[in-house]
């Protein structure tokens, strides 16, 4: 289930917010910016390619080019039996910032966004059916889990696509990883 964990800085062991409540997650996360939405997905098979995944949603990334102005799109896919999944997952796990609006639509799976907004981290359990766009210069991170398994549509303004600016903060490596608010073993 969506799930959004709130965290003070000062105290990332433990989160002083937990809600499932998908309304409440959007709330909280447009006091930030963030755009949350959750929309119907197709069914699609587990093989399905970037480009039947691309088609099957066409209609929707059209109406997010027009209303946000991406130049681009293209599915990211991850599955526990890639070779180089844990280079992918360390690739994303430390604190960055974009140029442009990071938006992801899963349409398969589960993955967490940590968004850093001064002295709080919101940790966004994204599943199947979840719309994030996280807003350029905000400073996150993503964490795929130890056996991804999931399916994003990307757009980006840039056609050269995920370019990312690291902090060089180590909050990232402060908070819970995915094996613990997924509830997962790992």
Partial sequence: MTTLS???QSVPESPRIVTEDAGKIANLLAEHGVRFEQWATRDLPADAS????????????Q????????????????????????????KFLDEHVHSEDEVRFFVRGQGLFYLHFGDQVYA???QKN?????????RHWFDMGPEPAFACIRLFTNP????????GE???SRLPRYERLAGVAG
């Fill in 50 to 61: 970037s480009d039947d995944i691309l088609e099957a949603y066409s209609g929707e990334i």
């Fill in 6 to 8: 709130i965290f003070d």
């Fill in 124 to 126: 966004v359990l994204c």
């Fill in 130 to 138: 979840d719309l994030i766009s996280v807003p350029d210069g905000t």
């Fill in 63 to 90: 109406a997010l080019k027009e209303e946000c102005g991406f130049q681009a799109a293209d599915v990211i896919s991850l599955n526990p039996d890639n070779p180089q999944k844990e280079a992918f997952r360390q």
């Fill in 160 to 167: 050269e696509g995920w370019v990312a600016d690291f902090t």
């Fill in 170 to 172: 180590d909050i990232a």
